[in-house]
């Protein structure tokens, strides 16, 4: 399911055209002036977006939103630290499947160098997240 996530402060301003979101919405979904998409909040509630104007730099949306999701369960996962591009995928599967938590730690069996990847030192493990 396409479901386009947002942010609060990202609701008031337009969308940047490279924004990938903007990205997927003109070129996979194939959306139009008018159309309506699948969309949430981060952390709240989903909704519908609605496309108002296409414009040379920017896309002009609206949001309505449903009621706020129910709780998530209460499921964590203890996971000892794999190779970076099992992590991503992890990551990204995880949190589609509703666990509220993830706990990424080393082992006596981990491969040290597991820990250095640019997934942990930057923002990217938040982006597999959303």
């Known amino acids: 399911m396409n479901i ?12 940047p055209r490279p924004d990938p979101r903007a ?11 008018g159309d309506s998409f699948d969309a949430g909040l981060i ?18 949306l609206n949001f309505s939103w449903g009621n706020p999701p129910p ?5 964590a996962l203890l996971l000892g630290l794999p190779r970076p ?7 990204r599967d995880a949190t589609t499947l509703g666990v509220a938590a993830l706990h990424f730690v080393r082992t ?7 820990a ?3 997934l942990w030192r930057g923002d990217e493990w938040h982006r597999q997240l959303l």
């Open 4 to 15: 386009i996530l947002f942010s609060v402060d990202e609701m008031v301003r337009p969308l």
């Open 23 to 33: 990205v997927h919405l003109l070129n996979v979904l194939h959306c139009s002036t």
């Open 43 to 60: 952390n709240g509630p989903r909704g519908r977006g609605l496309l108002v104007a296409i414009q040379e730099e920017n896309l002009i």
């Open 71 to 75: 709780p998530a369960d209460d499921l």
């Open 85 to 91: 591009q099992t992590a991503r995928d992890i990551l």
């Open 108 to 114: 006596g069996r981990s491969e040290p160098s597991y």
């Open 116 to 118: 250095n990847s640019t």
